[in-house]
């Protein structure tokens, strides 16, 4: 047999809660507009604490006082906190210029990065940045210098060593005659170097700055002349 319970919702949640609540608007705060301030919303046949003020029956707002909501636990909105990200991104880039050593256009004969990320000699990124002038496009009058590095590291013995230890038996590795994998390891660093520029990774160097200055003077008076 079925155990049945009727609830009388109005009378059972009447009784949970006194008569009157007197709520304190706190500073920089509104009352939620969702619930009107009582913290509950009521969800088909059900009361649910309000998901906007989270049942505090208000919002706290952002301390510039615009109104909008404050974000997770800052004080400021979403979008006061999303410019102070920038300004703080912008201030870390002024100090990192400031430190940098600075070279012309001109004394710089290293590697580029383009728009896409792809690594381009002076020409291409001299190119680049015409069009991109031409076009009307706001363009920086300096770009970070670039380093590279080869990421392809092999090392023959410790690639045996580890296949023993993984799936060897027990000090399988001391038991070899490992006499050949120097020259093993000749003929891999040989091959590494044959790759030339195709082994290498760029990245920026932040050490060091190209000005722009004069090649856009170039563009300028290229733009004059035609």
Known sequence: MEDK????????????????????????????DKCNGVGL??????????????GKGYIELCDNGDGNNRFNHYTICRDCKEKEWKETL????????????????????????????????????????????????????YVYATISYNNIDIDIYEIVCNCCEDDGYEDQYSFLDTKGLQEIQN??????????????????DYSTVILLDELIETFKEEMGNE
């Not at 919303?41 to 989270?54: A, L, M, P, R, S």
């Not at 381009?120 to 069009?131: G, H, K, R, S, V």
């Not at 003929?187 to 920026?204: H, P, T, V």
């Open 5 to 32: 319970k009727e609830i009388k919702w109005r009378d059972e949640l009447i009784n949970l809660f006194p008569d009157v609540t007197t709520r304190i608007l706190k500073e920089n705060s509104k009352w939620c």
């Open 41 to 54: 919303v009521k969800n088909g046949y059900f009361i649910e604490t309000c998901d906007k003020c989270h």
């Open 187 to 204: 003929k891999i660093d040989e091959w590494i170097e044959q790759q030339g520029e195709c082994a290498l990774i760029y990245q920026e």
């Open 90 to 141: 912008l201030t870390k880039e002024q100090e990192r210029f400031e430190k940098a050593k600075k070279i012309k256009f001109s004394e710089y004969d290293g590697k580029f990065f383009s728009d896409s990320d792809i690594i381009i000699d002076a020409d291409d990124f001299t190119e680049e940045l015409y069009l991109k002038y031409c076009d009307g496009e706001d363009i920086k009058n």
